[in-house]
């Protein structure tokens, strides 16, 4: 028997806040459009959706974010759809009900209903509904994890205004598909309270390929006053709890507080990316979190309703994706998927995890600029 590979080190909260790049890990990257869209009227609303459109290109594409995320998770994928091309894209980015600038109601959260939610905002910006442009289909969606049930659940509701339909690491409900010595580890180590950096690091070994979170920093990082619309670093809305001997957390010249910096290896970026969220308890909060946990937990489609969801947009716009080594939603997950809708491109990718829009992050965006190619072409061939 083949051992297993060894855990990777994951670096410590304490040094990932006094890096110099920490006040660097999320990028300010100023929309073209944002606000506050009132969604749930007569759902148990209204309430308030935050909402961003980055870009002023024909292709309209939306991306929606999984459990506990906020909008600059899709970073990478914003700056480059949003901001590198600009005007071949625009960009929708939401912060789900119960995260980020969005409203937090206390209620039972489902998949369906914030799939609502999303047609609510497509709806208040004109990408849906009675100001939408005269093209049929008009939107790319590409949803992960939690946000492939919601995309799921759109798809749905809306499928004659959907040009391709993503689904990334997502399932048609949540199954247990390892040993029962093995659920029952998984759901005791749930329960037991955990420090902050354990925490985290479990959370990174179950996202990423073990490999990757050792490897140097490799993201590609936008410049500002180059990147259209990206501006230096913001201040941080909360104070680190960094020890006073820590070394100073800015860099020491103004050069370099103005621009974005590197961490030493992905692992440590993913962890300042992980504190800039839960520093900020106005945006990130259990009560969310629980919330969304249950709409992914409860989310079901059969296989009936994923066959006649595929009829309905098309087999030829929809892609599923999902990675062998997914700590997240295990493969078999993915593979159920694939064999109930049947798409036009089944993607299991040997040793990616849950998160290709980090992890893969070059490979994710180039794979999706194909699909909405895909998507644009057919679209073109139904308006002749």
Known sequence: MTPSPPLAVIPTV????????????IWNLEPDRKGLAPVAEGRGGPFNISWEIHGEGPIKVTFIMGLGGLKSAWQRQTLHFGHERRTEYSVLLIDNRGMGDSDKPLMRYSSSEMARDLADVLTHVGWLGPSAPPKRRSIHVVGLSLGGMIAQELACLHPEAISTLSLCCTAAEIENTTTFAENMA????????KSVDRSIADAARMLFNRAWLTQPDNVHLPTPGVTPNCHPPADLPFTPPIPSSSPPLKSETAAEEETYLTFRNNAMRFVAQEMHKRLDASRFG????????????????????LSALADAVGRDRILVMHGTDDGMISPPHGRKLIAALEPAKALVVDGMGHAPIVERWAWFNKTMEAQFA?????????SV
């Open 286 to 305: 259990i009560k969310g979190f629980i919330l969304q946990l249950v709409a992914a937990g409860w989310h079901r489609k059969t296989a009936a309703q």
């Open 186 to 193: 998984l759901r005791a180590s749930m329960l037991i309270p």
């Open 374 to 382: 895909v998507g644009e072409k057919l679209d073109r061939e139904v």
């Open 14 to 25: 304490a040094e990932t806040l006094a890096h110099p790049a920490f006040p660097t890990a």
